[in-house]
């Protein structure tokens, strides 16, 4: 079995793609984050609609098109590697979501590249 394999935590965190973290996009520096700190791995996905706390529709859609689309970006990790950095994290998110729960991680391995 692999080691971070078992009983971890998912943090999920709800952002817009215009957000900014020290003039680049917050969703990088949230990945720059993670990755400084030698988490198993992080996603960022851009969503096709949305709305948060202001009420404001995000979309996609032509009619109505938003150009600050939904970001969600999210991670694995242990319990104790989620405490530790939720102080960086709330100094450097200004508006949006974050969300913890259990999880049970069934596999974690590198994939082998695919043939072309």
């Known amino acids: 079995m692999n080691e971070f394999e078992g009983e971890r935590e ?9 957000d900014k973290h020290d003039g680049k996009p917050l969703y990088q520096a ?6 400084s700190h030698h988490f198993a791995g992080a996603t ?9 706390a202001s009420a404001k529709l995000h979309t ?3 009619d ?6 939904p970001i969600v970006i999210e991670c694995v990790a242990t319990s104790g590697d989620i ?9 450097i998110i200004g508006g949006g979501m974050m969300l913890r729960q259990k999880v ?4 974690h391995r590198p994939g082998e590249p695919t043939g072309s």
């Open 10 to 18: 998912l943090l999920r965190i709800y952002i817009g793609e215009r």
């Open 30 to 35: 949230i990945v720059e984050l993670f990755r």
């Open 104 to 107: 049970h991680v069934i596999t």
């Open 60 to 62: 996609d859609r032509f």
């Open 83 to 91: 405490d530790a950095i939720l102080p960086q994290l709330d100094a």
């Open 64 to 69: 109505v098109l938003s150009l600050d689309m």
């Open 44 to 52: 960022v996905l851009r969503g096709i609609m949305g709305f948060g």
